[in-house]
């Protein structure tokens, strides 16, 4: 995997290959900070990356200058990778927890700018995640909840849906926090 934008563009992050993982692909990485460049200013953003597994979403959003990036993963060996990773790149602005991600968002008092949830494809309750931060005001005003899952997760009955985008396997839905 590599970064594909901002200070550390075309950095390699080799991750370990005992990490329960399925990164996110450069293809699609790259096609989702597409969007998002259309949609944010990464100068000062507060970010929440759910299931973050290696890291690569944080990764990309702090090279790009956001502000704080907070990654939670239940793996504590996923959580050493990203921690010893960003201390590596200087890259102060990425916090680690270890959280499991339904809980964390019960509990959770923060509001973000951007959140993007990464689960495993196969996970029953992937829709809980949208509800858990709609219900719970998780999003500042103009935020995106970004949920990234396989062909046979359908969330666009979701209230605040957006919009579905597919790159080869990997489809991230949409949501937005309208202004009010």
């Avoid at 259309?38 to 953003?45: C, I, M």
């Avoid at 499991?100 to 949830?117: G, M, N, P, Q, R």
């Amino acid at each position: 995997m590599r970064i594909i934008g901002g200070t550390y563009k075309g950095k390699q992050i080799i991750a370990p290959k005992n990490l329960p993982v399925r990164p996110t692909t450069d293809f699609a990485k790259e096609g989702l900070f597409n969007i998002l460049n259309n949609k944010v200013d990464f100068e000062g953003l507060t970010v929440l990356d759910l299931f973050c597994g290696t890291g690569n979403i944080s990764l990309e959003f702090a090279s790009r200058g956001a502000q704080k990036i907070y990654a939670i993963d239940k793996h504590s060996p996923c959580l050493y990778f990203v921690k010893d990773t960003a201390k590596a790149l200087k890259l102060n602005s990425i916090i680690t927890d270890r959280a499991d991600v339904f809980k964390y968002l019960e509990k959770s008092h923060s509001t973000y700018d951007v959140i993007f949830a990464d689960p495993p494809y196969e996970l029953e309750n992937i829709a809980q995640i949208h509800d858990l931060v709609f219900t719970h005001k998780l999003l500042n005003e103009g935020g995106w909840l970004i949920i990234e899952h396989g062909q046979r997760t359908d969330l666009s009955s979701k209230k605040n849906y957006v919009e579905t985008r597919k790159y080869g396997n990997v489809h991230f839905s949409f949501f937005a926090q309208s202004l009010e």
